[in-house]
């Protein structure tokens, strides 16, 4: 392969395609092109540490010496146009072309807007990126109130920030609770609830009209009831489209996200696709989804070097997420989706607490506050495609854990 392969899009899945492709041997060229001007970068601090501390810096994926250390062609600042898949090459915004011989998709996703009056003033933000952070940074320096449209992970992580810092943060959510589609409403009160402990006002319910401003700069939010916030800072958080665009005027299948099958190649074999951009058919729940998290993005890029090199592997991971609300980590393993029932273990008011979904008797997800014990065997349970009973979840982490190796001992002994 003269071309090699190409990677349009340098953040979570792009870089660890590139790095990936080295590993499994791969040794023809590899060029990773990124439009955003900084070496490539972790996301989740962003919302978390970042705009908080005015000293903190980006925590690059791999170090500046990594990309020329394994002969990956990294340009950064570079914004690919247009796809030519007959004349397998990229347009470039800049001018120019570029080659390949198999194509990468990571474009990743971008904040969805919100169209509102106001929406369009100064100190009116959201959040994706490391610029976007520093944004945020500079404008919560001078504000002494904030507000969030969206009760979603993001919007709730940087309201907790916020208020760590001092300012006075409302929540403006509206479906009628917090983490709506992500979480059991078990899981959701309890976020709500501390966060009205620590100061933050949470209003679910209902939106906001408009954004009212002063000298071309946000000054406040006033709701339908006529209610006014101030706020020189708001953070639009209502979730993410993803970056589509490129792979649909190419003329590749695309619904929500690029599809792709289950060795991550989209409608043409040559091009695959992988990150928040894609939408599969999950081999878990048998429904298609688009999943937006790191563990995601770095597995399905994982599975697309291995594919190109020739592996016929199926996409199997077993999805993971984390979330950092105030004195509150939340993990996630597995999907909710189709669950009939749930077990609780542990207690909510000690801030330590998990929730156990099932599908009739079968284990599909484990949500987790402050529990990473739970989410780890979690993540091994869901993996052995093992089940516990009720009694086991209640008993807690030792008991789960020792079932767990009898059932692996069993199914060992049985393919044995
Ligand atoms: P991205 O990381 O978004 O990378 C896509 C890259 O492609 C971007 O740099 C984009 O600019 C570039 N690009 C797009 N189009 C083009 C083009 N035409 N030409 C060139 N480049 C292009 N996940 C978790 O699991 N846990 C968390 O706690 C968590 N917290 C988060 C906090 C924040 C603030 C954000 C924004 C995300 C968070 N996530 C978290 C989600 C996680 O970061 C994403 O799921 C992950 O970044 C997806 O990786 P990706 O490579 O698909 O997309």
Redesign the pocket.
């Known amino acids: 392969m003269k071309n090699g392969v190409v990677i349009?899009?340098?953040?979570?899945?792009?870089?660890?395609a590139a790095a990936s492709l080295r590993e499994e041997g791969y040794d023809g060229p590899v060029v990773l092109?990124?439009?955003?001007a900084e070496l490539?970068y972790?996301?989740?601090?962003?919302?978390?540490t970042f705009i908080k501390d005015a000293e903190a810096k980006p925590q690059p994926l791999r170090g500046e010496a990594f990309y020329s250390g394994h002969e990956i062609d990294f340009r950064p600042g570079?914004?690919?146009?247009g796809i030519d898949i007959p004349g397998r090459r990229l347009e470039l915004?800049a001018g120019g072309t570029l080659s390949f011989d198999r194509l990468i998709l990571?474009?990743?996703?971008?904040?969805r807007t919100l169209p509102l009056p106001g929406a369009d003033l100064a100190g009116v933000v959201s959040?994706?990126?490391v610029a976007?952070?520093r944004l945020i940074r500079e404008l919560s320096g001078k504000a002494e109130d904030a507000v969030i449209i969206g009760g979603g992970?993001?919007g709730l992580?940087?309201a907790a920030t916020l208020r760590a810092a001092g300012r006075n943060v409302t929540v403006i959510e509206a479906a009628d609770r917090v983490l709506g589609r992500a979480v059991a409403p078990v899981i959701a009160a309890h976020v709500h609830r501390r966060l009205e402990e620590i100061g933050v006002r949470v209003l679910t319910g209902t939106t906001v009209s408009r954004l009212e401003g002063e000298g071309g700069h946000v000054a406040g939010a006033v709701l339908p009831s006529g209610e006014r916030i101030p706020a020189r800072l708001v953070v639009i958080g209502i979730g993410?489209v993803p970056?589509v665009?490129?792979a649909a005027a190419a003329g590749l299948a695309v619904g929500n996200g690029i599809r792709v099958d289950a060795q991550m190649r989209t409608s043409v074999p040559e091009v695959l696709a992988?990150?928040?951009?894609?939408n599969y058919r999950h081999w878990f729940t048998g429904g298609d989804v688009r999943?937006?998290?790191?563990?995601?993005?770095?597995d399905?890029?994982r599975l697309a070097a291995r594919t190109i090199l020739g592996h016929e592997e199926a996409y199997s991971a077993v999805p993971?997420?984390?979330?950092?609300i105030g004195d509150m980590k939340l993990q996630m393993v597995g999907l909710a989706l189709g669950g009939d029932r749930h077990v609780v273990a542990g207690d909510a008011a000690d801030n330590k607490f998990s929730v156990y979904h099932f599908a009739g008797d079968r284990l599909i997800a484990i949500e987790s506050v402050n529990r990473p014990a739970d989410h780890m065997l979690g993540r091994k349970m869901l993996g052995a495609g093992f089940s516990p009973a009720d009694s086991l979840v209640t008993a807690g982490p030792d008991a789960l854990k020792a079932a767990l190796a009898a059932f692996q001992q069993g199914t060992a002994a049985a393919a044995g």
């Open positions: 349009v899009g340098a953040g979570h899945a792009g870089v660890q092109v990124g439009d955003e490539p972790h996301k989740p601090p962003l919302s978390k570079t914004e690919v146009r915004a990571a474009t990743g996703s971008r904040p959040l994706r990126s976007d952070a992970f993001i992580e940087i993410v970056n665009e490129l992988v990150g928040d951009a894609v999943l937006e998290s790191v563990q995601n993005a770095t399905q890029a993971w997420f984390w979330s950092d």
